[in-house]
């Protein structure tokens, strides 16, 4: 087990030696991509890599408001786990949880309920949020289900450790990876050990290995790692065998020579003489059909016509255009009004996307936040005949533009010929209906929406 603290400020190096020395083996930050993701404070990778130097393990805890390929890539190349926050506070459990979580490669940490939701889904291991009071001396508690996985408890929220304001956690060593050995000679030991495929049609699934220092290969069943574990089948050597880690993933296959086979190097990205690694095609960002079909045109608000703090009121206008669709006619001022009161606007002026779920729930009106490109998330709401609030980049208008100088939400109901249909309340002029080229929102797209959860009388 490995005491764990985590922190969203960054600590010195100093502190980092006194955790160590105080016998906490890792210590655990945050990644922020957007103003908007929830997250207070992110870290720099150069903290991360500071933690890592004073010997202590990393990772970051993230928001399902940031893109999860950039988590999965961020995280890859500071050789740290990623963990996704599951609380109601950044983003809600929901039903687009269990794929961002595969895009991202990450851990799942939450409460109670959001554990019990997972219990039996394939993560690569859970973190359960639980504050019973005192420290604890287990990686889960014992009065909720166990997953099948690598596990671990935060049992002390915010509390007054090395200068800094941190949580504590028990976590399974398993979860940084198990530690590689370090063979020194051919002939000594064999060790079956376990890896991720990272390639193939088996990518993602832990599979068992077996090397003897120099070589390793694939074991490609049951009954051939019996043969090896027994000494009853070829193997590279009669030396004795050894499991390592307790079958836990290791961190850096080549501790453990080099692939033996070309079935093995493909399999875990690896170099093998004769294999040409063939360059992977670029990424390019899904296109929504040129018409996917529109709902009845919304209702039309100007933003500047709250009494408000009109400049800040752009997601507001929208859900006030929603609620006024749904029969209940409050205007953009009365949203504000009704937000500011609830502390459900950002201290900055910043609408979030949890603010307008917020706002649209109050109202008696389903929402949520999808963290997805407006080219993923809209055919899929007009599919059910959903509309959408879309966040884009803009100029100090509100017109969709990159690289913008603010961000701004549009509401979002078709996709015709012409492109984006959506009710712009700012813009040239403020609060009308406006068709966007698709290329242009694409390109202004900040990959965060929100999802009215049901049909309007409108379009019903």
Same mark, same amino acid.
């Given at each position: !087990?490995?005491?764990?603290i985590?922190s969203?400020? *960054?600590?010195?190096? &100093?502190?980092?030696?006194?955790?160590?020395?105080?016998g906490?083996g890792?210590?655990?930050?945050?990644?922020?991509?957007?103003?908007?993701d929830n997250?207070y404070?992110?870290?720099?990778?150069?903290? #991360?890599?500071?933690?890592?130097?004073?010997?202590? =393990?990393?990772?970051?805890?993230?928001?399902q408001?940031?893109?999860?390929?950039?988590v999965?890539? /961020?995280?890859?190349?500071?050789?740290? +786990?990623?963990?996704?926050?599951? *609380?109601?506070? +950044?983003?809600?459990?929901?039903?687009?949880?269990?794929?961002?979580?595969?895009?991202s490669?990450?851990?799942?940490?939450?409460?109670?309920?959001?554990?019990?939701?997972?219990?039996?889904?394939?993560?690569?291991?859970?973190?359960?949020?639980?504050?019973?009071?005192?420290?604890?001396?287990?990686?889960?508690? $014992?009065?909720?289900?166990?997953?099948? /996985?690598?596990?671990?408890?935060q #049992? =002390?929220?915010?509390?007054?450790?090395?200068?800094? @304001?941190?949580?504590?956690?028990?976590?399974?060593?398993?979860?940084?990876?198990?530690?590689?050995?370090?063979?020194?000679?051919?002939?000594?030991?064999?060790?079956?050990?376990?890896?991720?495929?990272v390639?193939?049609?088996?990518?993602?699934?832990?599979?068992?290995?077996?090397?003897?220092?120099m /070589? #390793?290969?694939?074991?490609?069943?049951?009954?051939?790692?019996?043969?090896i574990?027994?000494g009853?089948?070829?193997?590279?050597?009669?030396?004795?065998?050894?499991?390592?880690? @307790?079958?836990?993933?290791?961190?850096?296959?080549?501790? #453990?020579g080099?692939p033996?086979?070309?079935v093995?190097?493909? !399999?875990?990205?690896?170099?093998?003489?004769? +294999? %040409?690694?063939?360059?992977?095609a670029?990424?390019?960002?899904?296109?929504?059909?040129?018409?996917?079909?529109?709902?009845?045109?919304?209702?039309?608000?100007?933003?500047?016509? $709250?009494?408000?703090d009109?400049?800040? &009121?752009?997601?507001?206008?929208?859900?006030?255009?929603?609620?006024?669709?749904?029969?209940?006619?409050?205007?953009?001022?009365?949203?504000?009004?009704?937000?500011? $009161?609830?502390?459900?606007? $950002? &201290?900055?002026? *910043?609408?979030?996307?949890?603010?307008l779920?917020a706002?649209?729930?109050?109202?008696?009106?389903?929402?949520t936040?999808?963290?997805?490109?407006?080219?993923?998330?809209?055919?899929?709401?007009?599919?059910?005949?959903?509309?959408?609030?879309? !966040?884009?980049?803009?100029?100090t208008?509100?017109?969709?533009?990159?690289?913008?100088?603010?961000?701004?939400w549009?509401?979002?109901?078709?996709?015709? &010929?012409?492109?984006y249909?959506? !009710? %712009?309340?700012l813009?040239?002029?403020?609060?009308?209906? =406006?068709?966007?080229?698709?290329?242009?929102?694409?390109?202004?797209? =900040?990959?965060?929406?929100?999802?009215?959860g049901?049909?309007?009388?409108?379009?019903?």
């Amino acid at each position: !087990m490995i005491r764990v603290i985590d922190s969203w400020q *960054e600590p010195t190096d &100093a502190q980092i030696a006194a955790a160590k020395a105080a016998g906490y083996g890792a210590w655990l930050g945050y990644f922020k991509e957007y103003a908007y993701d929830n997250i207070y404070h992110g870290w720099s990778d150069q903290t #991360f890599q500071r933690v890592k130097a004073g010997g202590l =393990q990393t990772g970051d805890y993230c928001s399902q408001l940031d893109d999860p390929t950039w988590v999965r890539n /961020r995280a890859a190349s500071l050789g740290i +786990i990623a963990i996704l926050d599951d *609380e109601g506070g +950044i983003v809600p459990d929901n039903a687009g949880t269990d794929g961002w979580l595969a895009a991202s490669g990450a851990g799942l940490y939450g409460g109670a309920g959001v554990q019990a939701t997972h219990l039996n889904h394939v993560h690569p291991f859970s973190v359960f949020a639980g504050y019973p009071g005192g420290a604890q001396t287990t990686t889960w508690p $014992s009065y909720a289900a166990k997953p099948n /996985r690598p596990t671990a408890w935060q #049992f =002390q929220g915010s509390t007054a450790l090395f200068g800094l @304001s941190v949580d504590l956690s028990n976590f399974d060593p398993a979860i940084f990876g198990a530690p590689a050995p370090q063979p020194t000679k051919e002939e000594e030991m064999i060790l079956v050990f376990t890896a991720t495929v990272v390639a193939g049609p088996s990518t993602g699934v832990n599979a068992q290995f077996v090397s003897n220092g120099m /070589r #390793f290969r694939w074991v490609q069943n049951p009954g051939q790692l019996g043969d090896i574990l027994n000494g009853t089948g070829p193997v590279f050597n009669s030396g004795p065998v050894q499991q390592w880690a @307790s079958g836990a993933p290791v961190a850096d296959v080549g501790a #453990f020579g080099n692939p033996d086979d070309p079935v093995t190097a493909t !399999m875990l990205g690896l170099p093998f003489p004769g +294999i %040409q690694t063939p360059t992977p095609a670029p990424i390019r960002a899904p296109t929504p059909a040129p018409v996917t079909g529109c709902l009845a045109p919304p209702h039309i608000y100007s933003q500047l016509s $709250s009494a408000t703090d009109p400049w800040d &009121a752009c997601g507001e206008t929208d859900v006030a255009s929603v609620v006024t669709d749904s029969g209940s006619p409050w205007t953009p001022s009365d949203v504000v009004k009704w937000a500011i $009161s609830a502390g459900a606007a $950002s &201290a900055n002026g *910043e609408t979030t996307p949890a603010n307008l779920v917020a706002e649209l729930v109050h109202y008696g009106i389903p929402a949520t936040a999808v963290p997805q490109s407006i080219a993923t998330a809209l055919p899929a709401a007009l599919a059910r005949k959903h509309e959408l609030i879309v !966040m884009v980049s803009c100029d100090t208008d509100g017109n969709p533009t990159t690289p913008g100088t603010a961000t701004h939400w549009l509401l979002a109901y078709g996709i015709s &010929a012409g492109g984006y249909e959506v !009710m %712009q309340p700012l813009g040239s002029p403020p609060g009308s209906l =406006q068709t966007y080229p698709i290329a242009l929102l694409n390109s202004c797209d =900040q990959k965060s929406c929100v999802e009215v959860g049901l049909v309007l009388p409108k379009d019903a």
